[in-house]
């Protein structure tokens, strides 16, 4: 089974290299940028096929390893 | 407009970086994880509200400054 999870920071939640992309695109002549916020996205391969196990499983990995959860928001999405 | 763009890896180049966060999933016991590959993701804010030009302008940006197209895919979500 394979999981798609998507981390983003949190509204409110000052992101410099959001900020670094965002002018450097304005530098490359994209002025209709007008803001960039950066996340991580990553493909989580699982052994088991029951999906609710799996549910379970990632939010803990996303608790525990993947996201900062005081500054960051998480979305697990299940193929 | 708003836009989500998804950069991975291509099949077949190697991701460290995966690895190293699948090696700490098996350490808290997560056994059941079989492979993880890493990814960013961007969310950006267009003033336009051409979707043709927005795709245009994206798909640009990604070939000039977001992805290394040698080695990474990106694919361009707008809302």
């Known amino acids: 089974m394979k999981a798609k999870i998507y981390i983003t920071l949190k509204a409110g939640v000052l992101d410099p290299q959001g ?26 391969e699982l052994a088991t096929e029951d999906k609710t196990k799996a549910e379970a499983d990632l939010d803990e990995m996303c608790k525990k ?6 500054i960051e928001n998480y979305r697990i999405e299940l193929e």
Chains 1, 2 share one sequence.
Do not use: C, D, P, W
């Open 19 to 44: 900020k670094a992309v965002e002018h450097s695109l304005h530098n490359l002549g994209f002025e209709g940028v007008t803001g960039v916020r950066q996340g991580k996205y990553m493909e989580i």
């Open 65 to 70: 390893l993947l996201a900062n959860i005081v």
